[in-house]
């Protein structure tokens, strides 16, 4: 009892940090790049992480760590700047709402690499999720097939949650959580840097006020969004299993919903139902 006691706590902050950090990226995309957001925001996890680093070198053994360094990279480095990218075209409360299809993958790419057993009802989960998917990126108020592209740009993002999630289940079960995540982020460290420094960063006013406060949402976003729950979600799948780890998009779409609206943001009835079609497809493949 105690221990699914400790996880739905850890199942519920990070429903509260990842929900929250579609608005984040918002904010730090008021005067950066979106390939700076992300950039400031996997560098800040790495030096948070940094000190636990040399301690993962010892304890992971050589033959895990390129599976480590490829969990960080599809985990948070990609979808790090896909969701920043994407969000340049679309609300934040319509990423958040499409991020709840990564329990889909998750079936998905176990099914494709992993060997994952899948029933009927789960098939025709996948294919109610989709069908939502595809109603919610047609309630868009502005159709083009450039809102469109930026839309699969999230797609793409889930998709690799789905191998992340899958991949650390099955080949780092003996692995620490702080140990995968400071290895994973400190690998990062070079090429976020390279790209921060090529998109012009340091060349930018760094000491005006919105530049301030949009590096200070991107540095939030890092140490919380990226760094802490990258740490409770290792943990989570190694405790309660895959699927019951990736059902935290469950509630993201929802803290991303009102984080919408507190910032204005459009959010209509046809988007909010269509983000309850996806979530029972979800349900249906996660169902026993």
Known sequence: ??????????????CLIWGSSFILMKGGMNVL????????R?????LVL?????????NIAKEKRGVVVLSGLLGSFFPAYLFCIAETKIDSALAGIMNALTPLFVIITGISFFQLQVKKLQLIGIIVGFIGLSLLVAAGSNISLEYFSYSLLVLLATLFYGINVNMVGKHMQGIGSLEIASMAFVFLLIPC?????????FA??????AYLVSTGASAVLGI??????????????KRAGALFASMVTYGIPFVAIGWGIWGDEQVNLIQVTCCGIILV????????
């Open 281 to 288: 497809g979800v349900y249906l493949a996660n169902k026993k």
């Open 224 to 237: 919380f969004g990226t760094a802490v729950a990258s740490v409770l979600f290792y943990m989570l799948v």
């Open 33 to 40: 790049s979106p390939y700076q957001v992300a950039s400031i």
């Open 193 to 201: 840097s390279i790209i921060l420094y090529f998109t012009g960063y």
């Open 50 to 58: 940094l000190p636990f680093a040399a301690k993962a070198m010892r």
């Open 1 to 14: 009892m105690q221990k699914q006691l400790l996880n739905w706590l850890i199942f519920s902050l990070l």
């Open 204 to 209: 930018l006013p760094l000491t005006e006020d």
């Open 42 to 46: 996997i560098i800040s996890a790495g």
